[in-house]
C-alpha cells in the first residue's frame, strides 16, 4: 500500500515560513491525486490544497490561497507546502493524502483519499 510520511512542522511566529514535506513510497499507479489537508483540534479535517500529479492542476483554499504554494518533485516522489505569512488561524495538524481512483477537479472531503501521512504539526503564535 501507498505510504505517506510528512514532515517539516513546527512552531513559528505569524509572518513566518515553514515548509511541509511528503515523501511518498511504494506507489503502483503513474498518477494520482495528492492533497495537503489540516485540522485544527475540535474542528472537521479540511483540504487546503491539492493537485493532480500527471497533469500538475493545482487548486488552494481561499483561507491559504496567496500564502500557500504546493509543488511535486518527482525525482524525489515528494509533495511540498510551502506555507508564507503564517497565521495564528493556521494552527492544525497538517497531513498528506493521496488516491488514484477520484478525479481531482478542485478541493475534496478528506473521506475521498484511501492513503494518508501520519501528520505534522503546525503551531503559529502571534
Known amino acids: 500500500q501507498m505510504q505517506l510520511v510528512e514532515s517539516g512542522g513546527g512552531s513559528v511566529q505569524a509572518g513566518g515560513s515553514l515548509r511541509l514535506s511528503c515523501v511518498v513510497s511504494?506507489?503502483?499507479?503513474?498518477?494520482?491525486?495528492m492533497a495537503w489537508f489540516r485540522q485544527a483540534p475540535g474542528q472537521e479535517r479540511e483540504d487546503v490544497a491539492t493537485i493532480h500529479t500527471g497533469s500538475g492542476r493545482s487548486y488552494y483554499s481561499d483561507s491559504v490561497k496567496g500564502r500557500f504554494t504546493m509543488s511535486l518533485d518527482d525525482a524525489a516522489n515528494t509533495l511540498y507546502l510551502e506555507m508564507n505569512n503564517l497565521r495564528p488561524e493556521d494552527t492544525a495538524m497538517y497531513y498528506c493524502?493521496?488516491?488514484?481512483?477520484?478525479?481531482?477537479?478542485?478541493?475534496?472531503?478528506?473521506?475521498?483519499?484511501?492513503?494518508w501521512g501520519q501528520g505534522t504539526q503546525v503551531t503559529v503564535s502571534s
Open positions: 493524502a493521496a488516491d488514484h481512483t477520484i478525479s481531482c477537479r478542485g478541493l475534496m472531503p478528506s473521506a475521498w483519499f484511501g492513503s
Open positions: 511504494r506507489y503502483t499507479h503513474s498518477s494520482y491525486c
